[in-house]
């Protein structure tokens, strides 16, 4: 059985203070969770909340790494980095990354095989944009993301590869795919990961769906046999909320 979980991506959220805050109730809320419960924090709050964390089902995600090992990157954060901090999940690929920061397939090919080769488990992120899906591109792109980036990957590498569909113009936008959307772009990857890497490894594989997902919306959501859980933004800044979308699950 593949793993079902629910990840929060804090972004550019929240000084330390706040996030050890945020941190400290949610360790005090959840217990005992049906799934596995990832919570993506900014660089400057991993070794934090880590610490804080030990002890709790909750684990810690970066939410990008460095495209090189080390050296001369003023300002960049390498996988090794990230790793030494305790967390131990990576979001890349983010459609905010990839928009903002010119990340593209090659960048990110290395950004995966680097957080790999340094122990983190990749939660790779894919989705179309609003004109994609108008002009029903939306398997084409996310198929093209998942061959530029991760299809690179051996049979053992992939086992530590969760994705999340993200289509574009739900982030942040209030717009969430309706739960047959959802449904049927998971069914699609699915269907692309058992031509790529066979059946047993698409059975396998975690596939997260992300886009406004709310603590309204999840369970419908969720209910779907390939939707295996959510990358949160919003919703996950507010305890609360997050507990309730973790529920859910
Ligand atoms: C995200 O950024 O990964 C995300 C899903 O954001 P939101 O839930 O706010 O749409």
Known sequence: MRTKMVAGNWKMNKTLQE???????????????????????????????????????IKVAAENCADKASGAYTGEVSAAMVASTGAEYCILGHSERRAYYHEDYDIL?????????????????????????????????????????VFNLSQEEWKNITLAYEPVWAIGTGLTATPQQAQEMHAYIRSLIAEKYGKEAAENTTILYGGSCNAKNAAEL??????DGGLIGGASLKAPDFCTIIAAR
């Open 109 to 149: 090919r290395e950004k995966v095989l680097l957080a790999l080769e340094n122990g983190l488990k990749p939660i790779f992120c894919i989705g179309e944009v609003k004109e994609e899906r108008e002009a029903g591109r939306q398997n084409e792109v996310v198929r093209a993301q998942l061959e530029g980036s």
């Open 19 to 57: 996030g050890v805050a945020l941190a400290t109730e949610l360790k005090k809320a959840v217990k005992n969770p049906k799934c596995e419960v990832v919570i993506g924090t900014p660089f400057i709050h991993l070794a934090t909340v880590a610490e804080l964390l030990k002890g709790s089902p």
């Open 222 to 227: 969720f209910a779907n046999p390939d939707v």
